[in-house]
């Protein structure tokens, strides 16, 4: 029986499995304001430290950033607060989201306003109106096929790859069996293992642009730091977790795609071409924040992240779905976690383990709060590499 979600219908066909309002900072100057909006509308603001005086390079990345954020499925209306003499134009990246989505976005300039109070008064009636419309709008019955799924993982421990991203693997299979999509990332830690990641490929050319992509990275990571990146990953968590070198780690990093064939590579806020499993890359930027925000610029609806140590990050436009392989770590830090794969451990098949974690991401969307929903992260990378 095919499997079926609990979703919003946008204007432009895709679907939502939240209904997010957002406000969105054009500048660091504007950051305090947003912040100041959120707080009192108790909705997520999305501030940096960029947008005035920025390279060419720096500033598209901010643009992209910001605008791919709005664009999310998962938001419905968005608030831009910008300071009104920011080398941002926002009226050009409010144009490109109404245009794209016809989602409801509005704009307060603080210069314009006349001031912070003034600016905060305004955008605080403005959230409040939006989360009216928001909140009238229903969930209706659709197929996965829309649905992406984003798997990461980070602080990984032993049971990382033994139960963890195992269990993972088999949700991923499911997803895509049942007309979904899931989204890969993590390139940094390819290197060792991008050779059954290949070989997994859906052809000849996918393959070996997997293999291009690692080289690359190896190269570029010696030529900017001087160490080869064996020196440095896995870290020195990981190591105290029980992980001893990088090929370790790899093998269990890709274990999360699963079996199903990689469909290609897409890099940083691009879309997905078509349903299937896919390579994000985002080689430049390494850290877990940078990898769940590339998903979330990329139209991932939720996010499925293992880790065996434990860590808190969530996501601003996605809800976080923590497991962990470890049933220690489950039952320490059962505030942080959604889902036990430690049963693995305990004697539980791995086919039954993806199940049960695949019918928990469905549940998830469809509405029931992840931990990182309920603990309140919500945390937005924008890469500039």
């Known amino acids: 029986m095919e499997k079926k979600l609990l979703a919003y219908k946008r204007q432009d066909g895709s679907i939502g499995i939240r209904n997010y309002i957002l406000i969105l900072s054009t500048v660091h100057c504007s950051n305090s304001v947003a912040e100041k909006i959120a707080q009192k509308t108790d909705i997520v603001a999305i501030v940096h430290e960029y947008g005035c005086l920025d390279s060419e390079v720096e500033h598209n990345s901010t643009i992209l950033g910001l605008t ?35 989602k409801t976005i509005e704009y307060v300039s603080i210069q314009e306003e006349g001031g912070v109070p003034e600016a ?25 096929e829309g649905l992406v799924v984003g798997v990461q993982c980070g602080g990984s421990d032993w049971t990382t790859a033994l139960s963890g991203n195992s269990t993972i693997g088999r949700m991923s299979d499911l997803i895509v069996k049942n007309g979904g999509s899931v989204l890969m990332s993590e390139v940094y830690g390819f290197p060792g293992s991008e050779h059954i990641v290949a070989e997994n490929a859906i052809n000849y050319e996918v393959g070996l642009s997997i293999l291009e992509m690692v080289n690359e990275l190896r190269q570029d990571y010696i030529r900017s730091t001087g160490q080869t990146i064996e020196e440095v990953n896995p ?54 924040s940078f990898n769940t925000t590339g998903f979330a610029m990329a139209g991932a609806h939720i996010v499925v992240f293992s880790s065996g140590r434990g860590t808190p990050l969530g996501n601003a436009v996605m809800p976080i779905v923590k497991i962990t392989g470890n049933p220690r ?4 830090m059962n505030s942080l976690f959604d889902f036990n794969a430690g049963i693995v451990l305990e004697g539980e098949s791995l086919d039954n383990a993806g199940a049960k974690l695949f019918e928990a991401v469905i549940e998830k969307c469809n509405g029931e709060p ?6 309140g992260n919500r945390e937005y990378t924008i890469p500039h590499a």
């Open 68 to 102: 791919r954020a709005a664009q999310n499925p998962n938001v419905h209306s968005v608030l831009v607060v910008g300071l009104g003499c920011e080398q941002t134009r926002p009226e050009l990246m409010i144009e490109e989201i109404r245009n794209s989505t016809g």
């Open 120 to 144: 905060v008064a305004k955008g605080v009636k403005i959230i409040e109106e939006m989360k009216i419309r928001a909140k009238s709008q229903e969930r209706e019955e659709v197929s996965l």
């Open 235 to 288: 870290t020195k968590g990981n190591k105290a977790g029980g992980i001893t070198t990088l090929v370790e780690k790899s093998v269990g990093n890709v274990k999360k795609m699963g079996t199903t064939a990689v469909q290609g590579i897409i890099k940083v806020g691009e879309k997905i071409p078509h349903p299937g499993v896919w390579v994000l890359d985002n080689r430049h930027e390494g850290p877990d």
């Open 329 to 332: 770590s489950y039952e320490s």
């Open 370 to 375: 992840t931990k990182s929903e309920i603990n």
